[in-house]
């Protein structure tokens, strides 16, 4: 029996104690699931253990096969050029071990689940969630595709789930920024809005957000302003590690699967799940008449 490829975890790497921890728990926690699969996870930067050690660790532990899954929502420069970078120079370093390289987390109906958790959490019971808006406020990046995804994030979010609107705001690198997240909430008319961080974990950019929400709140008494919390290490991005895992290991980095109606119900879309795809035309396209078929239920 072919012994599967090793797991490594690569994370972002904070100055928050706290936050490091809670990634160093979840890496052990992965290894309690899987007994039989050796699993370590680094940081790029800002706290230990870097990534390098991590891969001496598994090297050290007889590894010569690695699949590497960034713990990052979206793909910005950590995941499009400093993981792979760092992953390039540790096969330099150790010779005849290879690796295959999964794709980011989010977003994923998984995580779309906790995000709706954290909501849930977050209001008051009383108020009614076509009356709430909600600001998901994301990392930030100089990355115009990283920061596209969040807004995907919070389309998704949206989608069938009742509440008034999600809008997005970013804490660094970014605009909108927090305050101007929440202005333009109110400039649309709401009253009662929940401020939710799309981030896996606590950390200083997360408490950062808090920070802002808590003290536009107090000079906008008018408008009711909770804060929900982070992801955190629950069941569905456990599951959702794996997964990506999985699709490295067997080469199967698919395209926009994981939001795709025809393969996930998806709130509002569930009766779409498995429909058969017919090629189609667009009446407003001056009668070019051209068929396209989608091909989500069977080729990707």
């Not at 000079?219 to 909770?226: K, L, N």
């Not at 069941?235 to 926009?256: C, H, I, S, T, W």
């Not at 779409?272 to 070019?288: A, E, S």
Request: aromatic content about 6%; proline content about 9%.
């Amino acid at each position: 029996m072919t012994t599967p490829p090793a797991l490594l975890i690569a994370g972002h790497g904070t100055r928050d104690d706290a936050g490091a921890e809670a990634f160093r728990d979840f890496v052990r926690e992965l290894g309690r699931r899987r007994p039989g699969l050796p699993v370590a996870g680094g940081f790029i930067e800002l706290s230990p253990p870097p990534l390098g050690e991590a891969v001496a660790e598994l090297v050290e532990r007889g590894v010569r096969r690695f699949a590497a899954v960034p713990l990052m929502l979206v793909s910005a420069g950590h995941a499009k050029g400093d993981i792979p970078a760092a992953l390039a120079r540790e096969k330099e370093r150790h010779p005849g071990v290879s690796y295959t390289y999964g794709r980011p987390l989010g977003p994923h109906p998984g995580l779309l689940r906790v995000l709706e958790r954290r909501l849930a959490e977050a209001v008051d019971p009383s108020w009614d969630p076509a009356e709430v808006t909600v600001l998901l406020v994301g990392r930030g990046s100089t990355d115009p595709d990283a920061n596209a995804e969040v807004f995907k994030a919070a389309r998704l979010l949206w989608e069938g789930r009742g509440y008034a609107a999600v809008e997005t705001a970013f804490v660094s690198l970014a605009a909108p920024d927090v305050p101007d997240g929440l202005d333009r909430c109110a400039r649309l008319g709401a009253r009662r809005v929940v401020v939710l961080p799309y981030f896996l974990f606590t950390g200083i950019l997360p408490d950062r957000v808090r920070r802002q929400t808590d003290r536009w709140a107090a000079t906008h008494p008018e408008t009711g302003v909770r804060s929900a919390d982070v992801i955190g290490p629950e069941p569905e991005l456990l599951d959702l590690v794996m997964e990506r895992y999985e699709e490295a290991v067997k080469g199967d980095l698919r395209m926009n699967c994981d939001s795709c109606v025809y393969r996930i119900a998806l709130p509002g879309f569930e009766d779409k799940v498995g429909l058969p795809q017919q090629p189609h035309f667009h009446p407003d396209d001056d009668g070019h008449h051209h068929g396209h078929g989608h091909a989500h239920s069977h080729a990707h």
